[in-house]
């Protein structure tokens, strides 16, 4: 690992002579696997808040690059620094939340470390919010004139991207053109304040900090390049897609649903289909109550690898424990499994369609798989 240069620390003079003055700023770094991006962002703060009284905090989902020993290291030189080094725990939101929490700072600003957000202007930032014109500031992508050459996304996730924001937006009913954005500053207390309604899984923390506050705080967007990655891998994937569209439906019911109930649902909603393709395959060869018993566990299988890799992602097994984990699930989604079977063959007995009878089973046995499972699997 190489060992901190010189241009990332302050000189011990000015260290001492800034641990005096009060704190200004706290600079939140969601990480993982950014182990060769730990330095250069360091060099770029320190030149860019040249005179603030910041520190850094990164929080580091256990990165198996060494992206925590990179930020100890430094941090063993410089007291601004410091890492979270998380245990168990995954997902950007989940990170911005315990950084933010942990700093005293009165305002604090998340920023990528990817090095694809402009330090640059967080100055100004903080300055609109020392100047009170703002309780929240937005780096925004959408701001710049011109053509979108500020999208280093490519043009899949660009236009993945916009569509979230206009969907973020009409949930919000606010005019912020980027409410999306990783990057941003806001006052601690507001975030503070919502902190315990917030998801920790999932990657859209502004979306749901906006949407949490009683009163909509004053914002200002101020715009930005986007840069291409310098390092690192992307963390934007199918199941982030999924997770958001969970906190959109979870945020248009109040909060009265959690967002982790939502996916769990939309995914066994994808079992219903996956038992009834099979259900139909099954049914003109076997007995019905032997088809609806094979696609039962064809779609809790299906069920369980979806939920694994989406709903529980920050929580996500693999290797032996995917295996003894399935184990568990299917365990406990079979004690409701007889009721699934029998009410189902009642229901086809009764004359309605084969569809119907294979849903009113599955339906059976939801609530019981989502409490039993989200506490004894994951």
Not at 80 to 101: D, K, N, P, Q
């Amino acid at each position: 690992m190489r060992e901190p240069t010189r241009a990332t620390l302050r000189s011990k003079a000015a260290t001492a002579a800034s641990a005096a003055a009060p704190l200004e700023l706290g600079v939140i770094v969601p990480t993982f696997k950014e182990a060769p991006n730990v330095a250069p962002l360091l060099a770029k703060l320190e030149a860019a808040l040249e005179g603030v009284v910041w520190q850094a905090i990164f929080v580091d989902d256990d990165s198996p690059d060494g992206t925590a020993a990179a930020v100890k290291a430094i941090a063993a030189l410089d007291p601004r620094v410091m890492c979270l080094h998380r245990i168990g725990r995954r997902g950007l939101a989940g990170a911005v939340i315990e950084g933010a929490m942990a700093s005293a700072a009165p305002f604090v600003a998340v920023i990528d470390g990817d090095l694809q957000h402009d330090e640059t202007l967080l100055p100004l930032m903080l300055k609109a919010l020392q100047e009170d014109r703002a309780d929240l500031v937005v780096g925004s992508r959408y701001l710049a004139t011109g053509d979108s050459d500020a999208s280093a996304l490519g043009a899949t996730r660009e236009a993945g991207s916009r569509l979230a924001n206009w969907l973020g937006k009409r949930v919000l009913r606010a005019e912020v053109t980027d409410p999306m954005s990783g990057f941003f500053m806001i006052r601690r207390e507001l975030v503070e304040a919502v902190a315990p309604t917030l998801a920790t899984s999932g990657f859209k923390v502004l979306f749901d900090i906006l949407a949490s506050q009683k009163t909509p705080p004053r914002y200002l967007e101020m715009p930005y390049a986007f840069r291409a990655r310098v390092a690192g891998d992307s963390k934007l994937d199918e199941g982030v897609v999924i997770q958001y569209l969970g906190l959109l439906l979870a945020k248009l019911s109040r909060d009265v649903i959690s967002p982790r109930f939502i996916m769990f649902a939309l995914v066994g909603a994808s079992g219903v289909v996956v038992h009834l393709l099979i259900l139909d395959a099954l049914r003109q060869h076997v007995g019905f109550s032997v088809a609806q018993t094979v696609a039962a566990l064809a779609a809790m299988t299906s069920n369980y690898l979806i939920n694994n890799a989406v709903t529980y992602r920050d929580r996500r097994k693999r290797g032996l424990g995917l295996i003894v984990g399935y184990l568990k699930f299917v365990l406990l989604c079979s004690v409701p499994l007889a009721a699934n079977v029998a009410v189902a063959t009642m229901v086809f007995e009764r004359g309605p369609s084969w569809w119907v009878a294979g849903v009113a089973g599955a339906v059976v046995a939801a609530v019981w798989n989502y409490i039993t499972t989200s506490r004894a699997v994951w």
